[in-house]
């Protein structure tokens, strides 16, 4: 089945950037969307960005918006989430999760496949 590993060097100083990789198996990342989600400590799980299948749409959080982006990169079968303009509140461990041929994609839990995450530490 579809595997997902997510890779970042995971500490950074506030106001500067990272980018976060989501590499797939041997299924092409072209037929899901991919999201991208956090979790801090002592929240919940919360969407940040996603990347619908085929037309390749995106949505973003308000909390992250005009600061993130998400893109593919069909060559390698990747995902990535560029972080710019980080906060110390964007601390978190983030996943990339897919879902199978969706053209919108969502915001939120109910995604089928899921990485195991990666820290990512946004402090002086």
């Known amino acids: 089945q579809l595997q997902l590993v997510e890779s970042g060097v995971g500490l950074v100083q506030p106001g500067g950037s990272l980018r976060l990789s989501c590499a797939a198996s041997?299924?092409?990342?072209?037929?899901?969307?991919i999201g991208w989600f956090r979790q801090a400590p002592g929240k919940e799980r919360e969407g940040v960005s996603c990347?619908?299948?085929?037309?390749?749409?995106?949505n973003y959080a308000d909390s992250v918006k005009d600061r993130f982006t998400i893109s593919r990169d069909n060559a390698k079968n990747t995902v990535y989430l560029q972080m710019n303009s980080l906060k110390p509140e964007d601390t978190a461990v983030y996943y990339c999760?897919?879902?199978?041929?969706?053209?919108?994609?969502?915001?939120?839990?109910?995604?089928?496949?899921w990485g195991q995450g990666t820290q990512v530490t946004v402090s002086s």
């Open positions: 041997r299924f092409t990342l072209d037929y899901y969307a």
């Open positions: 999760a897919a879902e199978p041929v969706q053209d919108m994609c969502l915001l939120t839990p109910g995604y089928h496949y």
């Open positions: 990347i619908s299948s085929r037309a390749g749409s995106t």
